[in-house]
């Protein structure tokens, strides 16, 4: 069978699905959970349908206009008139088939949550962590040129202006979606300003993207958590709070730790260590979940994971390369403050895109 007619079959289940549900609805049959489950995939199903519709409207009108075309009785202006027609059906009928291929794309269903990001110093001693500064700032703009709101959670500064790590939670429409493909390794390219002969330093920073979890989104039971504290420290070691309010929660059972010390109320430290805690076990269960279509796919934008190279930022040269889709923007500055990001974003999420769709052929 060929990829069309292949697609064909796919869209006659697809809407006799649609009809189905819908004679379901209107007998009023299934209980109240069902029929919440069956109207939302209703619901779902609906603009596909939609342009199911349509394309199966175009298709008809194109073979009218293709009979016309061919038929020895017609005359010559209405033959020019009826190929016409035939040619932009054709282009009609194309689009629609594309946009209903893109529709058929299985969701990432924690495209539309809020997210968690963080943020550490790699290889590169005090430059790595000024880097890793600039990282943190140039998402905290990226997120105000959105609209989103950015909350920093827990950050642990050098003393000279750079970040040790860094964890911030951003709340608005589509956070994860645009920013999920930023997990990695980030490595920077520049003469420190503490670099007296003016050499090129390389240093590096990785970054974390989690999607924000509900409580019923991951179990975590009490008898599973070893919660420790102590007293918060500053730059250089110093106290800072004279109580222990930091607070260090173990997930025995995978090993994970999360800290939080940014608030003086011991309380407020752990619901946020929670929270990072509940985003970092959902991601663990996304990433198992999706193992195989994550290597099926890596070669394409890359697996999320933190230890992959994703993207250089060579400031001598003021250029920003992203070596998954091997793009390069010499706009470095706008990049840094957040304005080009979305360049590299929606370069990114096309190439995903792309990707996904071949996998439907």
Same mark, same amino acid.
């Given at each position: 069978?060929?990829?069309?007619?292949? &697609?064909?079959?796919?869209?006659?289940?697809?809407?006799?699905?649609? *009809?189905?549900?819908?004679?379901?609805?209107?007998?009023?049959?299934?209980?109240?959970?069902?029929?919440?489950?069956?109207?939302?995939?209703?619901?779902?199903?609906?603009?596909?349908?939609?342009?199911?519709?349509?394309?199966?409207?175009?298709? =008809?009108?194109?073979?009218?206009?293709?009979?016309?075309?061919?038929?020895?009785?017609?005359?010559?202006?209405?033959?020019?008139?009826?190929?016409?027609?035939?040619?932009? &059906?054709?282009?009609?009928?194309?689009?629609?088939?594309?946009?209903?291929?893109?529709?058929?794309?299985?969701?990432?269903?924690?495209?539309?949550?809020?997210?968690?990001?963080?943020?550490?110093?790699?290889?590169?001693?005090?430059?790595?962590?000024?880097? !890793?500064?600039?990282?943190?700032?140039?998402?905290?703009?990226?997120?105000?040129?959105? @609209?989103?709101?950015?909350?920093?959670?827990? #950050?642990?500064?050098?003393?000279?202006? @750079?970040?040790?790590?860094?964890?911030?939670?951003?709340?608005?429409?589509?956070?994860?979606?645009?920013?999920?493909?930023?997990?990695?390794?980030?490595?920077?390219?520049?003469?420190?300003?503490?670099?007296?002969?003016?050499?090129?330093?390389?240093?590096?920073?990785?970054?974390?993207? &989690?999607?924000?979890?509900?409580?019923?989104?991951?179990?975590?039971?009490?008898?599973?958590?070893?919660?420790?504290?102590?007293?918060?420290?500053?730059?250089?070691?110093?106290?800072?709070?004279?109580?222990?309010?930091? #607070?260090?929660?173990?997930?025995?059972?995978?090993?994970? #730790?999360?800290?939080?010390?940014?608030?003086?109320?011991?309380?407020?430290?752990?619901?946020?260590?929670?929270?990072?805690?509940?985003?970092?076990?959902?991601?663990?269960?996304?990433?198992? *979940?999706?193992? !195989?279509?994550?290597?099926?796919?890596?070669?394409? #934008?890359?697996?999320?994971?933190?230890? =992959?190279?994703?993207?250089?930022?060579?400031?001598?040269?003021?250029?920003?390369?992203?070596?998954?889709?091997?793009?390069?923007?010499?706009?470095?500055?706008?990049?840094?403050?957040?304005?080009?990001?979305?360049?590299?974003?929606?370069?990114?999420?096309?190439?995903?895109?792309?990707?996904?769709?071949?996998?439907?052929?």
């Amino acid at each position: 069978m060929s990829d069309e007619g292949r &697609l064909d079959h796919k869209l006659d289940r697809v809407v006799a699905r649609h *009809r189905e549900i819908a004679a379901i609805l209107s007998e009023g049959k299934p209980g109240p959970a069902e029929f919440a489950r069956m109207s939302k995939e209703f619901a779902e199903l609906d603009p596909l349908v939609a342009e199911v519709q349509a394309l199966r409207r175009a298709e =008809e009108e194109r073979r009218e206009a293709e009979q016309m075309a061919a038929d020895p009785g017609t005359d010559a202006e209405m033959r020019a008139l009826a190929e016409a027609e035939r040619d932009d &059906l054709g282009r009609r009928i194309a689009e629609l088939r594309h946009r209903i291929q893109r529709l058929l794309l299985p969701r990432d269903e924690a495209d539309a949550r809020n997210a968690i990001i963080e943020i550490r110093a790699g290889t590169g001693g005090e430059e790595a962590a000024l880097f !890793a500064a600039d990282l943190y700032r140039m998402y905290q703009r990226y997120a105000a040129l959105h @609209g989103w709101r950015w909350e920093a959670m827990d #950050v642990s500064e050098t003393g000279i202006g @750079g970040f040790k790590e860094a964890t911030a939670s951003i709340t608005g429409k589509d956070v994860f979606a645009r920013l999920k493909f930023e997990s990695g390794v980030h490595r920077v390219q520049r003469v420190p300003a503490t670099e007296a002969g003016g050499r090129i330093h390389t240093s590096a920073a990785t970054v974390a993207v &989690l999607p924000e979890a509900e409580e019923f989104d991951v179990q975590i039971d009490d008898k599973d958590l070893r919660i420790d504290v102590f007293r918060s420290s500053g730059p250089g070691g110093q106290s800072v709070n004279t109580t222990d309010s930091a #607070v260090r929660i173990t997930h025995l059972p995978t090993g994970v #730790v999360v800290s939080q010390q940014d608030e003086k109320s011991q309380h407020k430290n752990k619901a946020k260590a929670m929270k990072v805690l509940r985003a970092r076990l959902y991601e663990l269960e996304r990433q198992t *979940r999706d193992a !195989a279509r994550a290597a099926d796919r890596k070669s394409q #934008v890359g697996s999320g994971d933190r230890s =992959e190279r994703i993207r250089t930022y060579n400031f001598p040269q003021g250029r920003v390369t992203d070596h998954r889709i091997n793009l390069t923007l010499y706009k470095i500055d706008k990049v840094m403050e957040g304005e080009a990001l979305d360049e590299i974003v929606e370069a990114l999420s096309a190439e995903d895109e792309a990707a996904r769709l071949a996998d439907l052929q």
